[in-house]
């Protein structure tokens, strides 16, 4: 059963934290089409935080194409069209972020190599 | 002289209960506040469970003794004045103590997980039981209706401690069927109450289900109870619910409700069951839970056993103002 995740007390804001979790299990293929996910009062309770922070994570994958959010139905998986060509400033952004995440990993002492080994894998099991 | 001493049971059945409260709760929780393993056996901690016992002792004992020495209109005083005492002192020494042990709290993993599947939510069988009393009363004011004739003009509702009717009520709709009414409501509210204690509280919380079984039984005892009372006109008008043999019961009939419910809530929390990892700057005095972003109704209390309503959702105020209305309606209905 897939699960998601979330820290509170990350710097991280929780609407990220879930949409970001739920995108994982999506490009990963833990989640497929058709899978419905919790209600919203649900999860919300479940996780601690208002309905509004759930929805609002929601509303974002349905933006990317990931859900279909129909009133008074669960929010489902569907299949997604492939999306558009990430533009220059898509990458460098990308590219930002990954320079701060690697940094912060060499940073806590993890060998230049071992993130390597970690990226691959990391690339392997999204079946890319 | 009898209800007296039953009354004077009841009070130290109650007093010990609160006296034992430390122990009732999470291994992980003193006083509201959330301690390091093995805190309860430090001096530190020991001290504080010996100051709340010791205002409790004494608490209690200055009520046993009102009720055992005060007569006339001061004992009816006692009675209510001692509960209420009691447990004023007893709120005080608790958050006194919830601030001092502040300063040795610690952080509780705020990490939350959450299935990613819709999975729909199954009402356990046994809470289907709340319809009982719902259908219960009803039946009983067709059964008055039906008996009309045999309930007497007048007949008693009210009776004092020693079994002898001191209220009366004569024969009209508003005198027969409005112990129904309010017993309806109180169990249609009791009811309620439980069905949203069940929806309205995470999962992953253990007492989540002992809650539930402790609220429709205490929905159904109090149920057939008014069922009971409403069929009293029909009864010889000599008879009534009070007399020692009644007093006992409750005397009894109390207490093992605590009992039970300690125990039910006891059973879910193993020194490995997790804490409910509300925030802490949320809980107010170690005893009110206040957190707009959590969309829980209910949490793990902190402060004894069971649940609590999240004050800052709207509904729990909506529910506590609907059994306020019902009790206070009561009250007018049997003042007038």
């Known amino acids: 059963m897939p699960r998601l995740r979330i820290d509170p007390s990350a710097p991280t804001p929780v609407t990220r934290q879930i949409t970001d979790g739920i995108r994982v299990q999506l490009v990963e293929g833990t989640l497929r089409p058709g899978t419905e996910l919790p209600p919203v009062r649900r999860a919300a309770m479940e996780l601690g935080v208002h309905f509004n922070t759930v929805a609002e994570a929601y509303r974002q994958l349905a933006r990317e194409g990931w859900l279909d959010l129909r009133h008074g139905r669960l929010a489902t998986v569907i299949e997604r069209a492939t999306p558009p060509a990430a533009s220059k400033e898509d990458i460098a952004d990308y590219r930002r972020r990954l320079r701060e995440l690697i940094s912060q990993m060499r940073a806590g002492g993890i060998p230049a190599a071992k993130i390597a080994l970690e990226l691959r894998s990391i690339l392997k099991g999204l079946q890319i | 002289m009898m209800v007296r001493a039953a009354l004077m049971l009841l009070y130290a059945l109650i007093s010990l209960i609160v006296f034992l409260l430390p122990n009732m709760t999470h291994p992980k929780l003193l006083f509201g506040v959330v301690v390091p393993d093995g805190f309860r056996t430090t001096d530190e901690g020991k001290r504080a469970i010996k100051a709340f016992r010791t205002i409790v002792a004494l608490s209690g004992a200055a009520g046993l003794l009102a009720l055992a020495l005060l007569s006339g209109s001061w004992f009816m005083v006692a009675i209510v004045a001692g509960p209420l005492g009691t447990a004023a002192v007893t709120i005080a020494a608790f958050v006194r103590l919830n601030r001092r042990l502040q300063r040795f709290a610690v952080p509780v993993s705020p990490v939350r997980q959450l299935e990613l599947a819709a999975e729909p939510e ?32 007048r007949f008693p509702v009210h009776w004092d401690l020693n079994g002898q009717p001191n209220g009366w009520a004569v024969r009209s709709v508003r005198g027969v069927y409005g112990p129904l009414v309010f017993g309806g409501g109180l169990t249609l509210w009791l009811f309620a109450f439980a069905l949203a204690s069940w929806y309205g509280t995470r999962r992953s919380e253990p007492i989540r289900r002992p809650m539930l079984v402790l609220l429709i039984v205490t929905e159904c005892i109090i149920g057939v109870l008014l069922g009971r009372i409403s069929l009293l006109p029909l009864a010889a008008p000599h008879q009534g619910p009070a007399g020692f043999a009644s007093v006992l019961g409750w005397v009894l009939g109390v207490p093992l409700v605590f009992l039970a419910a300690a125990y039910l809530v006891k059973r879910s929390r193993g020194p490995n069951t997790p804490l409910d ?20 109704l209910f949490v793990s209390r902190r402060d004894s056993v069971g649940l609590t309503l999240n004050l800052a959702n709207r509904w729990g105020w909506v529910m506590t103002a609907a059994l306020l209305l019902l009790i206070a309606s009561g009250f007018l209905f049997f003042l007038a």
């Open chain 2, 122 to 153: 199954h009402l356990p069988w046994f809470a289907w039981l709340g319809w009982i009393p719902v259908f219960l009363l009803p039946a009983c004011a067709v059964y008055l209706h039906m008996h009309w004739n045999s309930i007497p003009e």
């Open chain 2, 277 to 296: 990892p509300t925030p802490a700057e949320c809980w107010k005095g170690g005893m009110f839970y206040y957190n707009p972003n959590d969309a829980a």
